[in-house]
Structure formats: structure tokens, C-alpha cells
């Protein structure tokens, strides 16, 4: 029985995942084109309040940036509240979004300005409603003296992310950390069907732990550079071997940051695609050759959505 289930849910993945490349739209293009590169993105389970991080060309900068949603218009970003002093990046809803993970190199004390290595913070607060609390190291044993990054949470408070620890299978892996007793437990690598000696990393939990949507990076089936994986789970708690979202969602050009909004069945990630053709295009003035240099899909990093069931 566990066999046949399991077909059927890899059946309707390849069937979802079909859709032509003209199904991936750009997010929020008008607040995102203003700024030079933009990298990945997180919704409240409410649908009216958004963060995502900006940065700088070269990534000497990176801060998260807040919108909001009243009725159907967004507001003008503003820097989050917790964010602009320091380098934060890839921020996260707790599937209730009384939590929002994120991740910092800010000193653990706050009359220092001393940078430290980039760990796992969170916010909380008591509903949607409330206001935020002050920014919380989640501490040991998620955080060590190397990177962590990437946190993302199921439900029942186990906690996946990136790490370069030395428990690795090879480079950058996908931990999980169960939450047990209100402690987290020492992260494992998960199994060998998600991570390799390369690069696996910014991995996307689902609320129910069904299934994981990660980045692997120049994998033999991938596309040429970073892409979307998923693997999914059986009852018994084993992954099965990761699938490459295919070439209907990657592109060859770095794919990553996945977030999946479980009420839409939206994928939103980020990519650093191009359509700038440099044998193929025309450029009569001025004003068209900046249109051209200033698309969105000029190879910085945007970010894009597709409706797809997982």
C-alpha cells in the first residue's frame, strides 16, 4: 500500500511541474526592479505581509525589507524594523507566522559592534497583530562557530537549514533539528538522498514535513548551474531520492531561495536568469539599451513565482 501511495504522489508531482516557462512570473516587479539585486522571500499565512532581502551588487550589502498588503496594494518597502545595521538575509514564517527566522552575522551582544559568524535569529510575537519581539539568537546546538543559514520550520517545531559544520557529507548540507521537550535536539545531515559531497543548501520544509525543496548546485542532472530539487518523505520518515524541478522552473543560471505558500500552492525562489541575448538583440539609443540592461530578467538576482501542487 505505502508503494502505491508513494507512485501516485510522484505521479502528480511530475504532472504539476509541466507547465510552460510563461508560467513564471515576476514578484512584486515594480517594488522589486528598483533595487540592484533581490534574494529570497517569505509570506505571513495571512497574505499581507512580505519580507525579502536586498542587496548590493556584490552582496557588500544585505539587508530584509518589509512590505504589507492593504486590501489588494502593497505597501512602499521599508526596512524591517530588526534589520539595517548589519548583514541579514533570508528571512522565514513560522507556518502559524508567530515567528520570523532570519539569518545574521550581528554580535550576540547588543552594545558590541563586533561581527560575528552568520547564525540563526528569530523574532515572535503573541498573534498577527502584535508587535515583534527584540531579535533572539536561537543558540546551541543550532549555532556553532561556523555559518548556519537557510532556517525554515514544519509545524511541530523541527527546524531545517544550511550549515558548513564539519558533520557534513561533503560542502554545505541540509541539517534537521528536532524540537523536542521545548529544546532542540543536535542536528543531523539529512540522508544521502538529499545531501552529496557538493553543495545542498536553502531548503524549504514543508508545514507537515511531506516534502523538501532545496538547492543543489552543478549536480549531473541539473541544468549547469545552482537548481531546485524536492525530495519526499514516507511515513516511516525516509526521504526519497531527489528530483530536479526540470527545466520548466530551473534555468541554467543559479536557481534558489525556495519558499512555498502551502494556502496558494505558489512557489516563489530566486533566480539570476537572463533573457539579454548578447548576439540578438537591438539597441537604437540610448533609453532602449538601459531598458534592455534594466529588464528583470538581466541575470541579477529577482525573484519569481509559479503556481504549482506539490
Not at 541554467?252 to 539570476?272: A, G, R
Amino acid at each position: 500500500m505505502k508503494e502505491i501511495i508513494l507512485f501516485l504522489v510522484l505521479i502528480t508531482s511530475q504532472f504539476t511541474i509541466s507547465q510552460e516557462k510563461s508560467d513564471i512570473h515576476p514578484v512584486l516587479k515594480k517594488i522589486m526592479v528598483q533595487f540592484p539585486t533581490v534574494r529570497d522571500f517569505t509570506i505571513a499565512p495571512t497574505e499581507d505581509e512580505a519580507y525579502f532581502t536586498v542587496q548590493g551588487y556584490s552582496g557588500e550589502l544585505s539587508t530584509i525589507v518589509k512590505v504589507s498588503k492593504k486590501d489588494t496594494t502593497w505597501s512602499t518597502p521599508e526596512v524591517a524594523p530588526f534589520s539595517g545595521r548589519f548583514t541579514d538575509l533570508e528571512a522565514m514564517f513560522s507556518p502559524d507566522g508567530l515567528k520570523l527566522f532570519f539569518v545574521s552575522n550581528r554580535p550576540l551582544n547588543t552594545t558590541s559592534t563586533e561581527v560575528k559568524d552568520h547564525d540563526i535569529w528569530y523574532i515572535e510575537r503573541s498573534d498577527p497583530n502584535a508587535k515583534w519581539s527584540t531579535p533572539k539568537n536561537i543558540g546551541k546546538p543550532i549555532n556553532t562557530d561556523g555559518d548556519e543559514f537557510y532556517p525554515s520550520i514544519a509545524m511541530n517545531g523541527n527546524l531545517y537549514f544550511t550549515s558548513t559544520a564539519n558533520t557534513s557529507k561533503g560542502k554545505d548540507d541540509i541539517f534537521m533539528s528536532q524540537w523536542k521537550n521545548n529544546i532542540y535536539t543536535n542536528p543531523i545531515s539529512l540522508s544521502e538522498a538529499i545531501n552529496s559531497k557538493g553543495y545542498e543548501y536553502n531548503s524549504y520544509i514543508a508545514p507537515d514535513e511531506s516534502f523538501l525543496i532545496f538547492g543543489g548546485y552543478k549536480r549531473k542532472d541539473g541544468m549547469g548551474s545552482g537548481d531546485l530539487y524536492i525530495s519526499y518523505r514516507d511515513t516511516l520518515g525516509v526521504w526519497s531520492k531527489a528530483k530536479n524541478l526540470s527545466s520548466k522552473i530551473n534555468s541554467d543560471k543559479m536557481d534558489y531561495c525556495p519558499f512555498y505558500d502551502i494556502k496558494t500552492q505558489t512557489l516563489y525562489f530566486t533566480s539570476k536568469r537572463n533573457l539579454i541575448k548578447t548576439n540578438n538583440y537591438q539597441s537604437k539609443n540610448l533609453k532602449q539599451l538601459l531598458e534592455t540592461m534594466n529588464s528583470y530578467k538581466n541575470g541579477l538576482s529577482r525573484i519569481y513565482s509559479t503556481s504549482i501542487k506539490l
